[in-house]
């Protein structure tokens, strides 16, 4: 049982959603919001808010094109915000940093544009089975494509990648491995370091989704070692639009471009064109410029947190609602029981109730939470669940939160006569 009052937490939850103006807006339970769903989409601080709105205001015109001051200066935001994504996700330089839409954008890059120049018939792609549908697909699409094969590497019951499969499958020779470092719908988090050794030492290169921890966690792309990163800015209380692909530069430079058009270019001539060096090579068309100045400003937000308090908070309101929710009765969960290896993202099921009634239920009680698949239906199909429930955390949260977690899933089980 948790009673708000019992501990602060190690952030002031309540003090940061003073930053986040979505929470002045009252529920029309009316009854503050209750945001348990930032593993969907964060919401957005003000200064994000302010940093696009800005953009617009006092710094926008079209960038890489103009030769006049308030293109340079779009230019020069626009540049910077990249050196901060490379700066905060540990990349060797800011050549390696492409913007693109989304983490999605960034894998179908890597799939088309590395996968189709490298991989042939009868190669082996591995993923693995609890990846977002935007590792997998992709994925599929290319080995229909080319003629490669594709595996999956199990998951255990108590919701960790089975390393010994990972072992025998990366002895059958894969040129790459896709692999996810923290599950959207287990909250396991994936041991990289580790991972990405045995992938190298097997001859694959490694590509991280990382759509799930670089908002939550300190993440070194050189430190972990891997070869390409993906992510999203709107998940990172940046604005939608925007995410990043990250790669080595020996292997972005090799790779041609995924869409081409203006930007991408050095030259065009009726009988066709040269490309420019990374990142630009790959951001054919005008980009996200204003999405840009939000993602900065986002970064800058999280920066002045320090991504050890974010992770320290997020994991001390997981321990919490563990705890909670295993003394109440009829409730199952999903993933790792240790925080050690579990981000602040919690799938349960509630016996008895599908997820959508439970997530309806809560939602009359003024907690948002996400009820589905979660993108991940291969994950669904491992544990034989139609789908699950999901509350997620971020810094705006508190005790408070969940207790108003557990108060509405006992109303939900009063409501269905199940506890
Ligand atoms: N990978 C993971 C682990 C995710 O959780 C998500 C989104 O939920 C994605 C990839 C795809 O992100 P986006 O929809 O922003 O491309």
Not at 102 to 130: C, F, K, P, Q
Not at 315 to 336: C, H, T, V
Request: hydrophobic share 45%.
């Amino acid at each position: 049982m948790v009673t708000a009052h019992v501990q602060p937490g190690v952030l002031d939850g309540a003090a940061f959603r003073a930053d986040f103006p979505v929470f002045d807006r009252p529920h029309r339970t009316g009854r503050p919001l209750s945001f348990l769903d930032s593993a969907a989409s964060s919401q957005k601080p003000r200064v994000v808010i302010d940093a696009v709105a800005d953009a617009y205001a006092h710094h926008y015109a079209n960038v890489h094109r103009g030769i006049y001051e308030l293109s340079e200066d779009a230019t020069h935001r626009f540049e910077a915000a990249r050196d901060a994504l490379a700066r905060f996700i540990g990349a060797p330089s800011a050549r390696e940093v492409v913007f693109v839409r989304n983490a999605t954008e960034a894998i179908n890059l890597v799939a088309y544009s590395w996968g189709r120049t490298n991989l042939h018939a009868g190669d082996l792609i591995l993923a693995t089975e609890m990846e977002h549908h935007a590792n997998l697909v992709p994925w599929q699409q290319l080995a229909a494509a080319t003629g490669a094969r594709i595996e999956y590497v199990a998951i255990t019951d108590d919701g960790h990648l089975d390393l010994d499969d990972l072992r025998a499958r990366l002895a059958r020779g894969p040129r790459l491995l896709a692999v996810t470092h923290v599950s959207n719908a287990l909250g396991t988090i994936n041991p990289i370091v580790e991972i990405t050794r045995m992938a190298h030492e097997a001859g694959a290169l490694v590509l991280l989704d990382a759509a799930q921890s670089v908002p939550h966690m300190p993440v070194d792309v050189a430190a972990l070692d891997v070869d390409f990163a993906v992510l999203s800015g709107h998940k990172m209380f940046g604005p939608s639009g925007i995410g990043a692909l990250w790669g080595r530069r020996d292997l972005l430079d090799a790779m041609p471009p995924f869409m081409t058009g203006g930007s991408m270019i050095t030259r065009v001539t009726l009988d066709g064109a040269d490309w420019n060096e990374v990142p630009w090579k790959f951001e054919a068309g005008t980009p996200a410029i204003a999405e840009a100045a939000g993602l900065a400003a986002a970064i800058d937000y999280l920066e002045g947190i320090g991504m050890a308090k974010v992770r320290a908070h997020e994991r001390f309101l997981f321990d919490q609602a563990w705890a909670a929710l295993s003394d109440m009765p009829g409730i199952r969960f999903l993933g790792p029981d240790d925080s050690d290896e579990h981000a602040g993202v919690i799938s349960f099921m509630v016996d008895g109730v599908h997820p959508h009634d439970v997530a309806t239920i809560l939602d009359g009680e003024g907690v948002a939470v996400r009820a589905g698949h979660h993108c991940a239906q291969p994950v669904m199909l491992r544990y034989d669940l139609p789908a699950t429930t999901r509350a997620s955390f971020s810094v705006y949260n508190d005790l408070d939160d969940i207790v108003r977690l557990t108060d509405a899933i006992r109303v939900t089980q009063r409501t269905f006569g199940t506890a």
